[in-house]
């Protein structure tokens, strides 16, 4: 089995295979496909801290009273 590994842009659902692999590739295929991950927006501390909380040895949560 030959294996090539390249990143190309998904367009309409169709991936095209570079030029360079055209002739090794012409029949049936495999396809696995990995989504690169989008950059964590910048300024979205409160997305961060929700899906990586800090977590500390002496945290006590605020009474009812403490905080109003």
């Known amino acids: 089995m030959l ?4 990143q ?3 367009a ?3 991936i095209k295979i570079p ?3 055209r002739q ?8 696995i496909l990995l989504r690169d991950e989008p950059p964590a927006s910048e300024g979205d501390i409160i997305g961060e801290l929700l899906e990586h ?3 500390t ?4 949560p605020m009474s009812r009273e403490e905080v109003y």
């Not at 294996?3 to 390249?6: D, K, L, N």
């Not at 040895?57 to 006590?60: D, M, P, T």
Request: avoid cysteine; charged fraction near 25%.
């Open 57 to 60: 040895a002496a945290f006590r």
């Open 3 to 6: 294996s090539v590994a390249f």
């Open 24 to 31: 090794d590739f012409q029949n049936r295929v495999t396809v």
């Open 53 to 55: 909380p800090v977590r």
């Open 19 to 21: 030029a360079e692999y």
């Open 8 to 10: 190309t842009k998904v």
């Open 12 to 14: 309409d659902g169709v």
